[in-house]
């Protein structure tokens, strides 16, 4: 398990403090950032998974309660990374199969009934950067308070020299959502 949530010490002096109830996350200048790995889905939630994304393909572990989330305590304001949405996005997305240098050298050997032919893409290719949400249910937002989400363009840039500061790693984890073999052609998740 690679979660790493920054001392004690380090999370005070920068106004931060861990989750309670023993989740794993940090709340920090009003926002909660949380992160849950849970187990593999099993076969009964993954034949609703193919059901709802009309597919009979999706990869041979899905984790499909895994997730991050960053909260944005005041409005209620989410953005959050899970399975479920990664692969509609790739549903949507619709990429042709993906076809290894070495399947060239196969098709050629084998015999044509015995050629395995993939009608859909088996990385599993996402465009998925992504989902948002308000949560409304966050005593901290006023009940008049309900804007849509709104992305607009703006012309101010992440500062480059103000990440490479030699400050402490508050929090550190690495969820995967999915991931696949790939038919011996390496790893995608």
Request: glycine fraction near 8%; aromatic fraction near 10%.
């Amino acid at each position: 398990m690679q979660i790493d949530v920054g001392s004690e010490k380090d999370l005070q002096e920068a106004g931060a403090e861990a989750l309670p109830d023993g989740r794993c996350g940090i709340r920090i200048r009003g926002w909660e950032i949380e992160s849950c790995k849970r187990s593999i889905l099993g076969s009964t939630p993954l034949r609703e998974w193919e059901e709802k994304l009309g597919t009979k393909h999706l990869p041979e572990m899905v984790f499909g309660e895994s997730f991050l989330k960053l909260l944005h305590l005041e409005t209620g304001i989410s953005i959050h990374f899970n399975a479920f949405d990664a692969l509609k996005g790739w549903k949507q997305e619709g990429l042709p199969p993906v076809e290894v240098p070495a399947a060239a050298k196969w098709k050629f050997r084998s015999k044509p009934l015995q050629q395995v032919i993939l009608d859909y893409d088996y990385t599993f290719t996402t465009p998925y950067c992504g989902s948002e949400d308000i949560e409304l249910s966050n005593e901290n937002i006023a009940e008049d308070f309900c804007p849509g989400l709104n992305w607009e363009h703006c012309d101010e840039r992440i500062d480059l020299s103000a990440l490479s500061s030699k400050e402490s790693i508050l929090f550190y984890d690495e969820v995967i959502l999915y991931e696949d073999e790939l038919a011996d052609s390496g790893i995608s998740f």
